[in-house]
T-cell receptor
Framework: DTEVTQTPKHLVMGMTNKKSLKCEQH?????MYWYKQKAKKPPELMFVYSYEKLSINESVPSRFSPECPNSSLLNLHLHALQPEDSALYLCASSQKYQGLLTYEQYFGPGTRLTVT | GESVGLHLPTLSVQEGDNSIINCAYSNSASDYFIWYKQESGKGPQFIID?????DKRQGQRVTVLLNKTVKHLSLQIAATQPGDSAVYFCAENRKEAAGNKLTFGGGTRVLVKP
C-alpha cells in the first residue's frame, strides 16, 4: 500500500467555524507533512512531523493547529480562518525525515478548502 | 521554468515526440532532487529522483539530468503520451539549520497534442 489518504476531499467553512483535516498512511512512514497549495502555484511547506513530534513549523499562523496522534495519522485543526486561507491542503509522508539520506515524499490527493 | 505571476509556463508537444522540461534551483547545498507530476484535482505524484552525487538517472520513459555547475535540472519524457499532460514540478531538498525542507519550483504545464 503506497497510498496517502486525506479526508474530506472538499470543505467549505465560515470564518467562525472549527473544522479538521485528516490524513492517513499505512506505509510505516515516520515523517508526515502538511503543505498548502494555491491555484497555479507550487506546494508550500507548513509543518513537518518526525516520529510524532513537530520538527518544523514554517511560521504558520496559529489558526492552523497540527496534531499527530500516532505514526499513521496527521490532523490539521482549523479555527477562525480567513478567505485567503482557501487553498488545496496536501498531506505527504516519507520513510524518515532526518538522517544521512533524504527520502521521497508521497502525497495525498489533498483537501480543497474554501473559506467563506 | 519559473512561473511569472499567475501564468504557468506551458510546453506544447506533439504526441509521440520527446519533451524536455527545465528547472533552475537556487541552493548549491541541496543534495536531493525530485520531479513530480500533478494532474488537475490531484496531489503531486512522484516521477523520478536524483541525488547530488549523480548527474543522470533513467526511469521508464523518463530521464533526469542534473548539472550542479549551473544548478540546473531537466526532465526528459520519451514518446510523450496524452496521459503525460499535467503540471510538472521540480523540487530540491534543502538542508537548513531547522531541518530538511523540500522546496518546489514554479511548475511547467505540459500539453500533449494528439
Amino acid at each position: 500500500d503506497t497510498e496517502v489518504t486525506q479526508t474530506p476531499k472538499h470543505l467549505v467553512m465560515g470564518m467562525t467555524n472549527k473544522k479538521s483535516l485528516k490524513c492517513e498512511q499505512h506505509m510505516g512512514h515516520r515523517a508526515m507533512y502538511w503543505y498548502k497549495q494555491k491555484a497555479k502555484k507550487p506546494p508550500e511547506l507548513m509543518f513537518v512531523y518526525s516520529y510524532e513530534k513537530l520538527s518544523i513549523n514554517e511560521s504558520v499562523p496559529s489558526r492552523f493547529s497540527p496534531e499527530c496522534p500516532n505514526s499513521s495519522l496527521l490532523n490539521l485543526h482549523l479555527h477562525a480562518l480567513q478567505p485567503e486561507d482557501s487553498a488545496l491542503y496536501l498531506c505527504a509522508s516519507s520513510q524518515k525525515y532526518q538522517g544521512l539520506l533524504t527520502y521521497e515524499q508521497y502525497f495525498g490527493p489533498g483537501t480543497r478548502l474554501t473559506v467563506t | 521554468g519559473e512561473s511569472v505571476g499567475l501564468h504557468l509556463p506551458t510546453l506544447s508537444v506533439q504526441e509521440g515526440d520527446n519533451s524536455i522540461i527545465n528547472c533552475a534551483y537556487s541552493n548549491s547545498a541541496s543534495d536531493y532532487f525530485i520531479w513530480y507530476k500533478q494532474e488537475s484535482g490531484k496531489g503531486p505524484q512522484f516521477i523520478i529522483d536524483i541525488r547530488s552525487n549523480m548527474d543522470k538517472r533513467q526511469g521508464q520513459r523518463v530521464t533526469v539530468l542534473l548539472n550542479k555547475t549551473v544548478k540546473h535540472l531537466s526532465l526528459q519524457i520519451a514518446a510523450t503520451q496524452p496521459g503525460d499532460s499535467a503540471v510538472y514540478f521540480c523540487a530540491e531538498n534543502r538542508k537548513e539549520a531547522a531541518g530538511n525542507k523540500l522546496t518546489f519550483g514554479g511548475g511547467t504545464r505540459v500539453l500533449v497534442k494528439p
